[in-house]
């Protein structure tokens, strides 16, 4: 995995790669400094010659209808598909998981390219705008397990993406709850038809045309309204249901990782040196015995101190 070394690229005598690259986008600064707490430094990727000697990548977040002009107005959309291809690690937060995913639905008028390679279906800001944005504890046995520290992570929610569907290559690091009924009534960017059909699939055995109450207004079609009042009867069963329907907020697939939150915005690096261990994880897979082993330390720090950054 770790050939292609560029003269930037360098090794200390332990194996520890001293020079990460990754592709910048508005996130860049924040990845920047959870790499350093693991003592990699990084680099920005602007253009496609640059992934050539690249052995890890990141796309950050950001929003992903602008990068993907960028993407385009670069002419890195085929130079990050090959990258994908090549089996090297490559990490997507938020805007970054949309760009992975074989299929995103809740985009802006026209879509936007996607690299792909995750086979997923994500929704863009399933959660909502950015006032919806939050914070929650998610349990993430695997990456613990692998870790070391508490069986839960702090996931920091931006307008964020879920992820609805997986194919069965697909590995589910961590899910979460679909929010309560008022949040979702109330949220005019989950009410799409794909959000409706979903929560129509979690909750089949309600009874869905029981008080329904339109959320849509006669703008929308006849049909769409009459979507939208069954949304709203399934949300009502949901309020008496005790088993929530959750959905998927981060997943591994080979070479592969993605989270719809931002670990490098707290002080907890484990999805970090999760990533960077991925890459020994393929290099064993692939028995390249010329691949130097990453060395990185387990990174729990029940030390270090967390700020809030939504209450
Ligand atoms: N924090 C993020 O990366 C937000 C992603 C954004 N909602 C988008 O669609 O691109």
Same mark, same amino acid.
């Given at each position: 995995m770790i050939e292609n070394q560029?003269?930037?690229?360098?090794? &200390?005598?332990?194996?520890?790669?001293?020079?990460?690259?990754?592709?910048?986008?508005?996130?860049?600064?924040?990845?920047?400094?959870?790499?350093?707490?693991?003592?990699?430094?990084?680099?920005?990727?602007? $253009?496609?010659?640059?992934?050539?000697s690249?052995n890890?990548?990141?796309?950050?977040?950001?929003?992903?209808?602008?990068?993907?002009?960028?993407?385009?107005?670069?002419?890195?959309?085929?130079?990050?598909?090959?990258?994908?291809?090549?089996?090297?690690?490559?990490?997507?937060? =938020?805007?970054?998981?949309?760009?992975?995913?074989?299929?995103?639905?809740?985009?802006?008028?026209?879509?936007?390219?996607?690299?792909?390679?995750?086979? =997923?279906?994500?929704?863009?800001?399933?959660?909502?705008?950015?006032?919806?944005?939050?914070?929650?504890?998610?349990?993430?046995?695997?990456?613990?397990?692998?870790?070391?520290?508490?069986?839960?992570?702090?996931?920091?929610?931006?307008?964020?993406?879920?992820?609805?569907?997986?194919?069965?290559?697909?590995?589910?690091?961590?899910?979460?709850?679909?929010?309560?009924?008022?949040?979702?009534?109330?949220?005019?960017?989950?009410?799409?038809?794909?959000?409706?059909?979903?929560?129509?699939?979690?909750?089949?055995?309600?009874?869905?045309?029981?008080?329904? $109450?339109?959320?849509?207004?006669?703008?929308?079609?006849?049909?769409?309204?009459?979507?939208?009042?069954?949304?709203?009867?399934?949300?009502? =069963?949901?309020?008496?249901?005790?088993?929530?329907? $959750?959905?998927?907020?981060?997943?591994?697939?080979?070479?592969?990782?993605?989270?719809?939150?931002?670990?490098?915005?707290?002080?907890?690096?484990?999805?970090?040196?999760?990533?960077?261990?991925?890459?020994?994880?393929?290099?064993?897979?692939?028995?390249t015995?010329s691949s130097l082993?990453?060395?990185?330390?387990?990174?729990?720090?029940?030390?270090?101190? &967390?700020?809030?950054?939504?209450?």
């Amino acid at each position: 995995m770790i050939e292609n070394q560029t003269t930037e690229s360098s090794w &200390d005598g332990g194996g520890v790669l001293k020079r990460l690259h990754f592709w910048c986008f508005p996130h860049h600064f924040r990845e920047n400094l959870a790499l350093r707490r693991l003592g990699v430094k990084s680099v920005e990727i602007k $253009k496609p010659e640059q992934l050539q000697s690249v052995n890890y990548l990141i796309i950050p977040g950001g929003e992903s209808t602008t990068m993907a002009k960028l993407a385009e107005y670069h002419n890195l959309f085929p130079a990050l598909r090959e990258f994908v291809k090549t089996g090297k690690p490559v990490w997507g937060t =938020c805007a970054g998981l949309i760009f992975l995913a074989n299929r995103a639905t809740g985009q802006k008028l026209g879509g936007q390219d996607l690299i792909g390679g995750l086979d =997923c279906m994500v929704h863009r800001n399933f959660f909502g705008s950015q006032l919806q944005s939050f914070e929650t504890e998610l349990a993430i046995p695997h990456v613990a397990a692998k870790e070391g520290g508490p069986p839960s992570f702090r996931g920091v929610f931006i307008r964020a993406p879920a992820i609805l569907e997986v194919g069965p290559e697909v590995e589910v690091l961590a899910d979460f709850p679909v929010p309560p009924e008022k949040n979702i009534s109330s949220n005019p960017a989950v009410q799409t038809p794909e959000v409706a059909s979903y929560l129509l699939s979690c909750y089949p055995l309600c009874d869905i045309f029981s008080s329904p $109450k339109p959320i849509y207004t006669s703008k929308h079609s006849t049909s769409t309204r009459k979507r939208s009042a069954q949304i709203h009867s399934v949300l009502l =069963c949901k309020e008496n249901t005790d088993s929530l329907k $959750k959905v998927i907020v981060a997943v591994r697939q080979g070479n592969l990782l993605a989270t719809a939150f931002h670990p490098e915005l707290t002080a907890d690096t484990r999805w970090h040196s999760y990533f960077l261990k991925m890459g020994n994880d393929m290099a064993d897979e692939a028995s390249t015995s010329s691949s130097l082993p990453l060395v990185v330390p387990n990174s729990y720090d029940r030390n270090r101190i &967390d700020l809030p950054i939504f209450q």
